[in-house]
């Protein structure tokens, strides 16, 4: 998919909604608006995951996506 602001080549996932194609850093779908389902993290309540966006302060639930940004949880 093609980014309509800079002609970026994005890499896209398919939506379960839907069928169509949508960024893969969606948290909702880019044709249909549905909620992206993401894998749950099995994350233990003492041990915290602090968001990959490196401007965030925000933790990841247990959900897969930052509390704060929503962003889903990218490991380095």
């Not at 960024?23 to 249909?32: H, L, N």
Request: with cysteine; net charge negative.
């Amino acid at each position: 998919m093609k980014c309509p602001h800079c002609d970026k080549i994005l890499p896209t996932i398919i939506c379960e909604a839907c069928g169509g194609e949508t960024p893969e850093a969606s948290v909702y779908c880019y044709i249909c608006g549905s909620l992206i389902k993401r894998e749950r993290i099995e994350v233990d309540s003492g041990e915290r995951i602090p968001c990959s966006d490196g401007s965030c302060v925000g933790t990841i639930n247990e959900d897969g996506v930052c509390n704060i940004c929503k962003k889903p949880y990218e490991p380095h």
